[in-house]
């Protein structure tokens, strides 16, 4: 299962250059995450400040 980001994002960047397979990017309103890239480390999830990923 991959990590998903919701409504909550703040589209602050934070996760971005965490994310050690690049599956994170700017969307149109917020950040997504690439569910097919995704390694399910988390490590976004650990820096987001407003707490809006988590596990799909």
């Known amino acids: 299962m991959a990590y998903v980001i919701s ?5 602050c960047g934070t996760c971005e250059p965490e994310c050690p397979v690049g599956a994170i990017s ?5 950040f997504v995450i690439d569910a097919g890239s995704c390694v399910n480390c988390g ?3 650990g820096v987001c400040p407003t707490g809006a990923i988590s596990e799909e």
């Open 7 to 11: 409504d909550a994002c703040v589209s």
């Open 43 to 45: 490590t976004c999830a």
């Open 26 to 30: 700017q969307g149109d309103s917020q």
